[in-house]
T-cell receptor, first 111, second 113 residues
Framework: KQEVTQIPAALSVPEGENLVLNCSFT??????LQWFRQDPGKGLTSLLL?????REQTSGRLNASLDKSSGRSTLYIAASQPGDSATYLC??????????FGAGTTVTVRA | SQTIHQWPATLVQPVGSPLSLECTVE??????LYWYRQAAGRGLQLLFY??????ISSEVPQNLSASRPQDRQFILSSKKLLLSDSGFYLC????????????FGSGTRLTVV
């Protein structure tokens, strides 16, 4: 069974500090990896999608890397803001239909 | 552009009552459709997925069922709700190829009392 792990489970940083969120998976046969943001009581918002053939994706202050050989993905958020406070989830499809999720990292950015 | 609609946003139902949650997708055809549940303090659990009209696959045995009467409509149902059915239900869609990412709806908070 595919396992997706996110460390740390929670993170609290002062405003302006860079954030590093880690995601690891046990099966290197991943099609792609997606990072989501979830605000309390809300649905999931897709942040970045990295195809298995790519090493990284960037969107504004967000950068995500993917290393299939080591089974790791990292989400970097530069110059964090209080509005970045949320739970961040990584997920990947390891067969045709099933998206396996990590448990998430809850981020608090202190003003 | 593609959009996904999910309703209602919040629902409080008594034990033993029926349930119907609806999800529709616009701006695409023949999407793969999914129902997930997120219980309090737990991760996302895949409940059902569908690759076409009338094609439903169930991931876990449970008190729920799903149907896909139209290409872009996905319905989650129950004949008799249990307390354990409480949770946050999310609908999602994905294009037919594995290169596509998933798009999630805004979710339904179900509380069974």
């Amino acid at each position: 069974k595919q396992e997706v792990t996110q460390i740390p489970a929670a993170l609290s940083v002062p405003e302006g500090e860079n954030l590093v969120l880690n995601c690891s998976f046990t099966d290197s046969a991943i099609y792609n990896l997606q990072w989501f943001r979830q605000d309390p009581g809300k649905g999931l918002t897709s942040l970045l999608l990295i195809q298995s053939s790519q090493r990284e994706q960037t969107s504004g202050r967000l950068n995500a890397s993917l290393d299939k050989s080591s089974g790791r993905s990292t989400l970097y958020i530069a110059a964090s803001q209080p509005g970045d406070s949320a739970t961040y989830l990584c997920a990947g499809p390891f067969n045709d239909y099933k998206l396996s999720f990590g448990a998430g990292t809850t981020v608090t950015v202190r003003a | 552009s593609q959009t996904i609609h999910q309703w209602p946003a919040t629902l409080v139902q008594p034990v033993g009552s029926p349930l119907s949650l609806e999800c529709t997708v616009e701006g695409t055809s023949n999407p793969n459709l999914y129902w997930y549940r997120q219980a309090a303090g737990r991760g996302l659990q895949l409940l059902f997925y569908s690759v076409g009209i009338g094609q439903i696959s169930s991931e876990v045995p449970q008190n729920l069922s799903a149907s896909r009467p139209q290409d872009r409509q996905f319905i989650l149902s129950s004949k008799k709700l249990l307390l354990s059915d409480s949770g946050f239900y999310l609908c999602a869609w994905r294009g037919g190829g594995m290169l596509y990412g998933y798009t999630f709806g805004s979710g339904t908070r179900l509380t069974v009392v």
